[in-house]
């Protein structure tokens, strides 16, 4: 059986164009793990959950909520990251799931998620869907509001009292 943390020993990770050869896992270790549990399909192997342990909602809401505080708060005063249009799309959807799976208590989609956030959030329904019209090549230059709600999701994930 493996551990519910993530594991200490760095692995490969593919992302932004790029192979991490040893990069460190995060709390997405934990959401992946309960997405897999939950809806994997095994194709010659053990189903997942012979795998690993089952993880619990709260586990998965408890990681959401340390993703946004150790993952994205810290790029409120990281202006040269907040001024490419895709890092503002890609904050927003991320933004929209960590709320989804904090407030509303279940992991969803991007899209299923920036649905959730525009019907119970209104204020932003804007720039969420600017967010998901995102293509490269388009200026997004809403580097401003990604801040202001990136403070937004803290204070409701701040409400929950989950960490």
Known sequence: MHELTPPATPRPWWGFGTLY????AGNEWIINHYLLSKHG??????????????IDMHSVRQASARDLFQGWVPKIDDGAWLSDSHYQSYLVLNL????HT???GQPGSKKVAGQWAKAKY???????EEAERWAYGDEMK???????????AV?????TKLL
């Open 142 to 152: 809403r580097q401003a509001d990604a801040v202001a709600f990136l403070r937004f």
């Open 21 to 24: 050869a040893a990069a460190p």
């Open 102 to 104: 904090v407030i509303h």
């Open 155 to 159: 204070e409701r994930v701040n409400e």
């Open 122 to 128: 209104p204020r932003w329904k804007n720039l969420i």
């Open 41 to 54: 399909i095994a194709l010659a192997v053990p189903d997942f959950s012979e795998l690993v342990p089952p």
């Open 96 to 99: 929209c799931r960590i709320l």
